[in-house]
């Protein structure tokens, strides 16, 4: 890790520029004496969110201390929760302080910040054995010391013992006290560890956990800073070890067993702190692979497909869609990636991470530059985008930015993408994801290349009560849900899956969401368009209700009726939508009714528009058949700020049986027209296709140009 960190600062702009800037943070935060170790331990940092917003509360690392904490809405919030999630972050925040003064040192060789690293070090070895094994910690939780969970602590040690080590490597030496101090420290963190390890895969038999690859990456750091070589050899192999882990904990498609991209980003980053533990005893474990062929560079490449072409990582499952400590883990494991690998494909990740963390337009910042970073800057380019002149310079290849289409038949995700389109989808029919995973099977993403437009929200703070009411929940999610009820934890499947120079098609299936319920997602890729064909049977008569969440705001419409919802012309009496949530019933704003006040007496067209960054539209038609209904429904926001409301679509039939057809283009408005024998055709740019389902999927034909073109509104 300390290898040039000295070189970059002198020999890059970039280097020099992040040096100045992590020198004035840490002199701010002395001078203001936030550089102080708490005697309490930390909580459980998902309490840190505001129970009216629900957004994450405001953390200040110049605070020395705080028992009142403000929310982005400018709430105060008091209380033993959230004393002790602000605890969490401010000993993550002291133990980045130290790695932090440790790299200022090795490029700058200035004592003091040396001293400083000795001092935080020191102070939590002296201050560990005085926390006790915490007596607040929730019963499923491996319980930690400094903080309620284990986990929580293992992420913790691996800063606080990189920094030891970097020190270290750089010469520095302890005082018999300080060493002392430390050795007392390893014993227990040791310890524990370990113990909690056998806890997790023996006892439990959840040997496959995130955990687990967490605890194997602080024992890495414990044996690495106390020179114990046959300990690691030991850690890496047997039951739970790091290729072990490697095997089962994640699929054979390179994706983290759960599903979830925050939790595949959370063990690639300890996976690689375990690798460079055991660089430094002369083990590889860069190039090690599982046995089903999965690899840290199977993992990089994995991300690399699913990013949209800004290079943002779509929130699968539980996750942030975006948070700055999450950004700079996206940060670290991109630039070992792109060190270590030469993946430039995944630069553009890399960029959008920085610009997460307020780097201009993606440039380099803070200390993962300083310590992971390599060469010259990247230059800054999307997916899609020539990286040519940025390879070359890199020393490395174009290949890799145009991407194709992908399935991920072990996990459960499908990505759709066609060169000529700006639009692409990324679809989910896999397993539920355990405690990680929402009730969302058949859910689409949509993306713009300029923007997200139909985004998977991912999750709040756990500590937030809409976790379990609405962001795991089917409603919330771009799927079908049946009498406002969520499905049932399941798998669908992939039935077929093409490329074709013409198309990509795909046919996606769900049979467990409802008792006696099939349902049945089209997914196909034009270089014009993009037809979203959804078929649901169902065994009851039942409100068959199929959901879009655009965060793009509508910004033309073309209603069959042009007429607006009144309240007294919404699905119940009080003007609300009701869902079946946790065993509750919720009640969503409708703003308006699409068609007039009853079901819609012959097929029409809903048409409206959203306005994209840069000027761009996109178009979406839905055909409306006779008894259907469609609805704008206010909703909460995204995951980021749910207290900032959305409008949904809910396109809803009731009977049992429902088809629901639509489609969606970046270029112009496309005419959706009902055909014979249940067929439809689009015509877009004077060019109609006719589609139609039979017992093999969608049969495309037709794609003739017409001499005038077809009729839209």
């Given at each position: ?12 702009a ?6 100045a800037?992590?020198?004035?943070e840490?002199?701010r935060?002395e ?13 459980w ?7 009216r917003?629900h957004?994450?509360?405001l ?11 403000r929310c982005?809405?400018g709430?105060?919030?008091?209380g033993?929760?959230?004393r002790?999630?602000?605890l969490?972050i ?9 790695l ?6 090795a490029?700058s060789r200035?004592a003091?910040y040396a001293q400083?690293?000795?001092r935080?070090i020191?102070?939590y070895?002296?201050?560990f ?5 915490h007596?607040d ?9 400094a903080?309620?969970?284990a986990?929580t602590e293992a ?8 920094a030891?080590?970097l020190?270290s ?6 005082t018999?006290?300080?060493?002392e101090?430390?050795?007392?420290y ?6 524990s560890?370990?113990?909690?390890r056998?806890?997790?895969i ?7 956990n ?12 414990i ?9 690691l050899?030991?850690?890496i ?9 490697l095997s089962?904990?994640?699929k054979?498609?390179?994706?983290e067993?759960e599903?979830?991209?925050?939790y595949h ?5 300890a996976?690689l ?5 055991a ?9 090690a692979e ?5 690899s840290m ?7 690399a497909?699913?990013?949209d ?8 499952h ?8 999450y950004a700079r ?10 060190g270590?690998?030469r993946?430039?494909g995944?630069v ?6 920085y610009?997460?963390m307020?780097?201009p ?5 803070q200390?993962?530059?300083l ?14 985008e020539?990286?040519?002149a940025?390879?070359?310079a890199?020393?490395?290849e174009?290949?890799?930015?145009r991407?194709?289409s992908?399935?991920?038949?072990d996990s ?8 000529a ?5 990324l ?16 859910h689409?993403t949509?993306m713009?290349?300029?923007?997200a437009?139909t ?5 709040v ?6 976790r379990k009411?609405?962001?795991a ?10 009498g406002?009820?969520s499905?049932a934890?399941?798998?669908g ?6 490329e074709t120079?013409?198309h ?12 006696g319920?099939?349902?049945?997602r089209h997914?196909l890729?034009t ?13 009851q008569e039942?409100?068959i209700?199929?959901?879009m ?11 069959p009726?042009?007429?607006?919802t009144r309240p ?5 009496e ?11 019933w919720?009640r ?12 819609v007496?012959?097929?029409q ?5 959203y306005k ?13 058949r ?9 909703t ?6 749910p ?7 809910l396109?809803r039939?009731?009977?049992r ?6 489609v ?9 027209k ?7 055709q689009v015509?877009a740019?004077?060019?109609a296709?006719?589609c139609?389902?039979?017992?093999q999927g ?16």
């Amino acid at each position: 890790m300390s290898t040039g960190i000295r070189m970059k600062a002198e020999k890059h702009a970039w280097g020099r520029r992040v040096l100045a800037e992590l020198k004035e943070e840490l002199d701010r935060l002395e001078a203001a004496g936030s550089l102080h170790i708490p005697v309490e331990p930390g909580g459980w940092w998902h309490q840190y969110v505001c129970p009216r917003h629900h957004a994450e509360l405001l953390f200040d690392p110049a605070e020395r201390d705080a028992q009142s904490f403000r929310c982005p809405h400018g709430c105060r919030i008091e209380g033993e929760a959230y004393r002790g999630a602000w605890l969490v972050i401010k000993h993550q925040s002291l133990a980045r302080a130290a790695l932090q003064a440790a790299a200022v040192y090795a490029a700058s060789r200035e004592a003091s910040y040396a001293q400083l690293a000795k001092r935080i070090i020191a102070g939590y070895a002296r201050r560990f054995p005085d926390y006790p094994v915490h007596p607040d910690a929730q019963p499923w939780m491996l319980k930690g010391r400094a903080f309620h969970q284990a986990l929580t602590e293992a992420i913790w040690s691996t800063t606080l013992l990189r920094a030891c080590l970097l020190l270290s490597d750089e010469g520095v030496g302890w005082t018999e006290a300080e060493r002392e101090a430390v050795d007392g420290y390893l014993r227990l963190l040791e310890t524990s560890m370990t113990e909690y390890r056998h806890i997790l895969i023996h006892e439990r038999g959840n040997a496959e956990n995130n955990y687990t690859a967490w605890l194997n990456a602080a024992l890495s750091c414990i044996y690495a800073v106390k020179e114990n070589r046959a300990g690691l050899l030991a850690l890496i192999a047997g039951e739970g070890g790091w290729k072990h882990h490697l095997s089962i904990g994640v699929k054979p498609d390179q994706l983290e067993f759960e599903g979830s991209t925050y939790y595949h980003v959370f063990v690639l980053r300890a996976y690689l702190i375990s690798a460079e533990m055991a660089e430094r005893f002369g083990i590889d474990l860069y190039g090690a692979e599982g046995t089903a062929g999965q690899s840290m560079t199977g993992m990089f490449d994995v991300l690399a497909a699913l990013a949209d072409d800004r290079g943002v990582l779509p929130a699968l499952h539980d996750g942030p869609m975006e948070r700055r400590p999450y950004a700079r883990e996206i940060a670290e494991i991109m630039e070992i990636g792109l060190g270590r690998y030469r993946q430039h494909g995944i630069v553009p990740i890399l960029r959008e991470a920085y610009r997460q963390m307020g780097g201009p337009d993606g440039a380099r910042c803070q200390l993962e530059a300083l310590l992971y970073g390599e060469g010259e800057e990247p230059a800054a380019r999307r997916f899609g985008e020539s990286a040519a002149a940025a390879a070359k310079a890199a020393g490395g290849e174009e290949a890799g930015t145009r991407r194709r289409s992908r399935l991920l038949r072990d996990s459960g995700f499908v990505v759709g993408r066609r060169a000529a389109n700006a639009l692409s989808f990324l679809a989910d029919f896999g397993p539920h994801g355990g405690s990680h995973g929402h009730f969302d099977k058949l859910h689409l993403t949509m993306m713009h290349r300029e923007t997200a437009f139909t985004p998977d929200f991912g999750m709040v703070p756990y500590g937030s009560e809409l976790r379990k009411q609405w962001f795991a929940e089917t409603a919330s999610h771009n799927t079908v849900s049946l009498g406002g009820a969520s499905q049932a934890a399941h798998a669908g499947s992939c039935l077929r899956f093409e490329e074709t120079s013409a198309h990509t098609y795909v046919w996606l299936r769900s049979e467990g969401a409802y008792p006696g319920c099939r349902m049945d997602r089209h997914l196909l890729l034009t270089d014009r368009w993009l037809l979203d064909w959804f078929e649901v049977t169902a065994a009851q008569e039942a409100s068959i209700e199929w959901w879009m969440h655009p965060v793009v705001p509508v910004e033309a419409e073309a209603d069959p009726a042009g007429v607006e919802t009144r309240p007294e012309q919404s699905p119940d009496e009080g003007g609300f939508y009701p869902l079946a949530i946790e065993g509750e019933w919720r009640r969503l704003p409708v703003v308006k009714r699409y068609g007039g006040a009853a079901p819609v007496s012959a097929a029409q067209e809903l048409h409206l528009a959203y306005k994209v960054p840069g000027g761009g539209r996109i178009y979406h038609t839905a055909l409306l058949r006779p008894g259907d209904e469609a609805y704008a429904v206010r909703t909460p926001g995204t995951s980021v700020d749910p207290s900032r409301p959305l409008t949904a679509l809910l396109h809803r039939r009731y009977g049992r049986s429902a088809s629901f057809v639509h489609v969606y283009s970046a270029g112009e408005q496309t005419a959706l027209k009902e055909s014979s024998a249940g067929a439809v055709q689009v015509e877009a740019a004077g060019e109609a296709c006719s589609c139609g389902l039979t017992e093999q999927g969608l049969i495309v034909t037709g794609g003739e140009r017409h001499e005038q073109p077809g009729t839209v509104i």
